[in-house]
């Protein structure tokens, strides 16, 4: 139980393209969404937070124009990263975490993680 | 400030040789302690979460402890497989949408056979 799935695993794109990146929790609802990057060798970094039907919270410092967050539905978040340039490259990690309470509420599952290259 | 420190940063075992890492936190109000393991390239794997000083959790050759300042991840006669980076995290409340994980740096662990 509590799988998260991301798609695309890996993507490249050209300088001023956007990409779209999709986040689904799979076998629960997931009232909250999370999202992060990583840098090599570095821990991961909340990006934003956003829960279903609600716009995102961004952490200080992240474009909110850059970095667009839609959670329209309890089993899915999208991340699209417009006009992309290369020091956007990363790797983008969605988590996801139910409601009620216990565990499942606390807990973040994550996704597989999204290479993003731009050239 | 909310800060989660791990270390060491790196650990080198031989395959069987026990050992800890260590997880110091300051939160004003915890609200879970988390433990997960990495892969290269690859999202975290959950591993345990812990509530309370005193509170223990074991999977297989993991098992993790809470005190109020600190976690430890004890890992029993590792295998090459437990190689990984492991990451520790406290759950604290962040701007008004609600509480986040903050994550500490992770340590690197390799284990050789």
């Known amino acids: 139980g509590a799988v998260v799935s991301q798609h695309p695993s890996w993507v490249i794109c050209k300088s001023g393209t956007s990409v779209k990146i999709e986040c689904r929790s799979l076998d629960f609802q997931a009232t909250t969404m999370f999202w992060y990057r990583q840098f090599p060798k570095q821990s991961l970094m909340l990006m934003a937070t956003?829960?279903?039907?609600?716009?995102?919270?961004?952490e200080q410092g992240v474009e909110k124009d850059k970095f667009l967050i839609n959670h329209a539905s309890l089993t899915l978040s999208t991340l699209t990263v417009t006009s992309a340039h290369p020091e956007d490259s990363s790797f983008y990690i969605c988590s996801a975490r139910g409601p009620g309470t216990g565990a499942l509420t606390d807990t973040q599952y994550f996704g597989p993680g999204t290479r993003l290259t731009v050239l | 400030e909310d800060q989660v420190t791990q270390s060491p940063e790196a650990l080198r075992l031989q395959e069987g040789e026990s050992s800890s890492l260590n997880c110091s936190y300051t939160?004003?109000?915890?609200?879970?302690l988390f433990w997960y393991r990495q892969d290269p390239g690859k999202g975290p794997e959950f591993l345990f979460t812990?509530?309370?000083a005193g509170e223990e959790k074991e999977k297989e050759r993991l098992k993790a402890t809470l005190t109020k300042k600190e976690s430890f991840l004890h890992i029993t006669a590792p295998k090459p497989e437990d190689s990984a980076t492991y990451l520790c995290?406290?759950?604290?409340?962040?701007?008004?949408?609600?509480?986040?994980?903050?994550f500490g740096k992770g340590t690197t662990l390799s284990v050789s056979s």
């Open positions: 956003s829960n279903e039907g609600s716009k995102a919270t961004y």
């Open positions: 939160v004003s109000g915890l609200r879970g």
């Open positions: 812990l509530y309370s």
């Open positions: 995290a406290v759950q604290a409340w962040v701007n008004q949408a609600g509480t986040a994980l903050i």
